[in-house]
C-alpha cells in the first residue's frame, strides 16, 4: 500500500506532538524475504526481526521494483509497528514497512545508515 505521495503533493495537516508519540517506527532486520505472486500488485513478503519484544513480524512490501527477495536478508528497514493487522490474501501484514517514491513512483526503502539494535524505537 502507497500511502503516501509524490514531490509535488502538498504537506499533510498538522498534528500534535502527542499524535507523532502514538506512531511506534522501529528499526528491525529482515530475516526471509519471499515473492508474493497472490498479490494484486507486485509485492513481496518479509519476515522482520524487531528483537525480544516485538518479536519478528510480517509485511507485504510493495518494493519489487528495487529489490529482490535476495538482496534484503541481512537488511535493516523501518517499520510501523502499531497499526492494526492487514489481511492481505492469505497473508496478515503485521507491519508497515516505510519508504520513499522515486522519481517513478517506486518505493525506496529507509534505513539506517548504521547497523542498530533490533527494535529500537525513532524520536
Not at 6 to 29: E, K, N
Not at 59 to 81: M, N, W
Not at 93 to 104: H, R, Y
Amino acid at each position: 500500500m502507497h500511502v503516501g505521495a509524490g514531490p509535488d503533493a502538498p504537506a499533510a495537516a498538522q498534528i500534535g506532538f502527542d499524535d507523532w508519540l502514538r506512531v511506534d517506527i522501529r528499526v528491525g532486520t529482515v530475516v526471509a524475504a519471499e515473492p508474493f505472486p497472490e498479490a494484486r500488485k507486485p509485492a513481496l513478503k518479509l519476515r522482520i526481526d524487531f528483537g525480544a519484544v516485538i518479536g519478528v513480524k510480517r509485511s507485504s512490501a510493495q518494493i519489487t521494483e528495487h529489490y529482490a527477495p535476495e538482496q534484503l536478508l541481512g537488511r535493516q528497514v523501518a517499520a510501523v509497528v502499531n497499526f492494526a493487522p492487514r489481511q492481505i490474501g492469505r497473508f496478515l501484514s503485521e507491519v508497515l514497512c516505510l519508504g520513499f517514491p522515486d522519481a517513478g513512483g517506486a518505493v525506496v526503502l529507509i534505513a539506517p545508515d548504521a547497523k542498530l539494535p533490533d527494535g529500537g524505537r525513532l524520536f
